[in-house]
């Protein structure tokens, strides 16, 4: 595939507007024999229109076969080939509850657990407290003081949190301090690399350590905690300087604002409650300002997790009614895609090629397809390809990219 | 894709007889939604034949997105990974106009310019002035002798010219000396890499601009040159060492010519004004001292860089036409493709990929395919793949390569 070397070459300052609008966990499966999928199912004459007229297929998120985790594939979205380039589980922990990681930062995700009286953990999700339960332990370690760190901790998921160390000479070079069984005591923090700012990274982790421990010590049942994934910033190529792309995020999630911000977007602000003609609306009224929109829908995904054949097919209907508000705009390139497929049969992200159109009536080429849908994609003129090579030729088709070569 | 190590340990000597016909840019797009492309638009009994009887697909010349130069197009149908291998801009140059250049020569592209009284540059083109014009400033060089080294000049089109260094010990890590801007002066060469070869050629080249700047001082508006693009022989694998091929170019256009000649083909005499029935005729003649041709089609890429739908439809129709000539040689393998696309409507080269088909009655695998174009090709059983790759799926449907393993 095309290197962001090249892309640093070729791509060019000038050319068309570009929107990116991915229907989380799209691509989906039939409930039975001779059954359709739910964007087959799903009545959609909007995006039926656009995928007669422009180009379709199917793209592969992370490898053929391999069951793409939400970070990876929307850096495989934007790019990034998510095998080479890695967002660290402690980061993705942050970003996905709107903490922001910079060059100064270390993140980690924490569990808390039960420990018996000799220390040794019984329970290593402190029997999945409720969140508002865990936002009460939370509360009692925020006046835990660190020399020369600023810490941050926030609750995240039942007895998940998200930890946060600001400071200059840190290292993410930690151990996990999850022992992964149940009968061991916590693990102190211990190095994977032997340097300085390793070493005096672990002791400030093993000094939150302590004075957590001392302050859960009689909270029942979350009386202990545990440490994974350290990480820090991934220092992923900018998009202003590998595309020149002036590019915005409008998303309602947390995570997904997150790693935008990490490739160098701008995020702009959303409601929790916005609906997908919300956010066409808040394209439009930044339409000026950017070269790329990345939009994001979240609730295909989430009905597909929940098994919900019809509502994730609703959430499709949904998205193709207020198509029209982002067609107005009169985009150069639109593309169309989820990030992964969620088939509401498996209850869970899948490998499955994903369904993805490429609409730039200047230059698209047209296929056979007739309407927007996995089998349709097959035939289509895009063929199955890496997602990662879907902003190559979202600026091809922009005509923002210089010719290879003489 | 097949590395030349292991194309050099299983391509075998003997085998069947290949032809690569080459439509340049043949590739292209409907004028209007539910159009056709020019190549769907002709009216082609023989390709569609061929296509009926054969296997199709669609080739990607450089990578997803990537609009080719011709160089690296070819390169890639030679099987080079275009993205690996590269001919330098001035060696480009140079072929193109059917100046060879070998081991002992460094090519470069020169500009003509207007400098003031100042010496700084007022038009990086000299006004564009005619080739006729071009070519009297550069008789006006011709007589420009260095120490050691033999010295070609020659124009190229409007104010731009080839100039070849011949001589041992010279190397191509030499900056250019157009700043690109004017008002500032051009540069004298620099080199790119201190070594003691770079410092001497980059001592002749200024040698040179003094001398060029004497003689052009009273000359308008081309008083003054640039130099881009140093570099020398790329030293491509040769098809006889890689492939175990004789092979022989059949081109009307120097620069395929040229490139031909740097992968080790025998260059077919052929005269500027050959059509496409011609250009078979010397196959024909050949036909018995070659075990591939490579025969290249000009006029349809020039078509689609006019812009002239029709006129490229024309050309198409016209090698169908003379398509029965070539196949009453009987190939073995007859690989039909273009080397990147040039849609009429974009009056442009363009990143899209390109119809091929493979006939080769003793081996070709059927499909479903009902004539040649790009949306019958998107059916077909080749799929879409990288033009670098077709090379080895000719000598495979020819038996020209061992088994892999036991």
Chains 1, 2 share one sequence.
């Not at 499966?29 to 379709?56: I, Y």
């Not at 199917?58 to 979205?77: K, Q, Y």
């Not at 930690?174 to 032997?194: F, K, Y």
Request: aromatic residues 6%; proline residues 6%; negative net charge.
């Amino acid at each position: 595939m095309a290197s962001f070397d090249l892309m640093r070459r070729l791509a060019k300052k000038q050319g068309g507007k570009i929107v990116m609008l991915v229907m989380d966990g799209l691509g989906g499966l039939p409930l039975e024999v001779d059954g359709l999928t739910e964007l087959e199912e799903a009545t959609t004459p909007n995006l039926d229109r656009l995928a007669r007229e422009g180009s379709n297929g199917l793209t592969i998120p992370i490898a053929r076969g391999i069951e793409p985790g939400s970070g990876p594939a929307h850096l495989a979205l934007f790019g990034y080939d998510p095998l080479v380039y890695d967002i660290g589980r402690g980061v993705l922990e942050a970003i996905g509850i709107g903490m922001e990681v910079g060059p100064d930062d270390i993140a980690a995700r924490g569990n808390f657990c039960t420990v018996d009286d000799n220390g040794l953990i019984t329970d290593r999700r402190a029997g999945r407290i409720p969140t508002e339960q865990a936002a009460e332990v939370v509360d009692a370690l925020r006046d835990i003081r660190l020399p020369g760190v600023e810490l941050t901790i926030q609750e995240v998921k039942e007895h998940r949190f998200a930890l946060r160390l600001r400071g200059k000479g840190l290292s993410s070079q930690i151990l996990d301090t999850d022992p992964q069984v149940v009968g061991a005591a916590p693990l102190p923090a211990q190095v994977s690399a032997n340097t300085t700012e390793a070493q005096h990274t672990a002791g400030l982790v093993n000094q939150f350590i302590e004075q957590a421990r001392e302050r859960l010590k009689n909270q029942r049942p979350a009386n202990m905690l545990t440490l994974r994934g350290f990480s820090g910033d991934p220092a992923l190529p900018q998009f202003q300087d590998v595309y020149k792309l002036k590019a915005a995020c409008v998303a309602v999630y947390p995570m997904y604002k997150g790693v935008s911000r990490l490739v160098g977007m701008d995020v702009i602000e959303t409601d929790p409650h916005d609906e997908p003609l919300d956010e066409f609306n808040h394209i439009a009224e930044a339409w000026d300002d950017y070269d790329f929109f990345f939009c994001h829908i979240k609730y295909t995904d989430s009905r597909g997790e929940d098994g919900s054949f019809d509502a994730k097919t609703a959430v499709i209907e949904q998205v193709d009614a207020a198509l029209p508000a982002l067609l107005d705009l009169q985009p150069d390139v639109l593309v169309i895609t989820g990030d992964h497929s969620t088939p509401a049969r498996l209850k869970s992200h899948s490998w499955h090629p994903v369904p993805a159109l490429i609409w730039a009536p200047a230059t698209h080429m047209p296929d056979r397809v007739t309407g927007f849908g996995e089998r349709e994609c097959m035939t289509g003129a895009l063929g199955q390809f890496p997602a990662a090579e879907l902003m190559v030729l979202a600026l091809a088709h922009a005509r923002r990219l210089d010719r290879y070569g003489a």
